[in-house]
Nanobody, 121 residues
Framework: QVQLVESGGGLVQTGGSLRLSCAAS????????IGWIRQAPGKEREFVAA???????YYADFVKGRFTISRDNANNTVNLQMNSLRPEDTALYYC???????????????WGQGAQVTVSS
């Protein structure tokens, strides 16, 4: 069992930055892939980024060059640094976990409650 708690969401203007954090707890967290998945109002959930226990990173095309995912295994924390934010990035951002293999989808087993990110135009 893995427990996940997000923090760091908020309201920002177009072009601004936000940093989301995910605090993970449970058994052998380092063995899990940690991902960020978002859901905008009226839309389906979509994969944003993921990081393996070894630190390999994966991104959706629409965030490459703007978002950076990082992992602090000692503190069981995964961060998502979001730069050059756009109104279309407005969504509820979920931290999620799964075992290998890495998937660039929303097929994760454990989920946090979500953190709201709102980008104003």
């Amino acid at each position: 069992q893995v427990q996940l708690v997000e923090s760091g969401g908020g309201l920002v203007q177009t072009g601004g930055s936000l940093r989301l954090s995910c605090a993970a707890s449970g058994r052998t967290v380092n063995n899990y892939i940690i991902g960020w998945i978002r859901q905008a109002p009226g839309k389906e959930r979509e994969f944003v980024a993921a990081i393996s226990g070894a630190g390999n990173t994966y991104y959706a095309d629409f965030v490459k060059g703007r978002f950076t995912i990082s992992r602090d295994n000692a503190n069981n924390t995964v961060n998502l640094q979001m730069n050059s934010l756009r109104p279309e990035d407005t969504a509820l951002y979920y931290c999620a976990a799964r075992r290998l293999p890495v998937v660039l989808s929303t097929a994760y087993d454990y989920w946090g409650q979500g953190a709201q990110v709102t980008v104003s135009s």
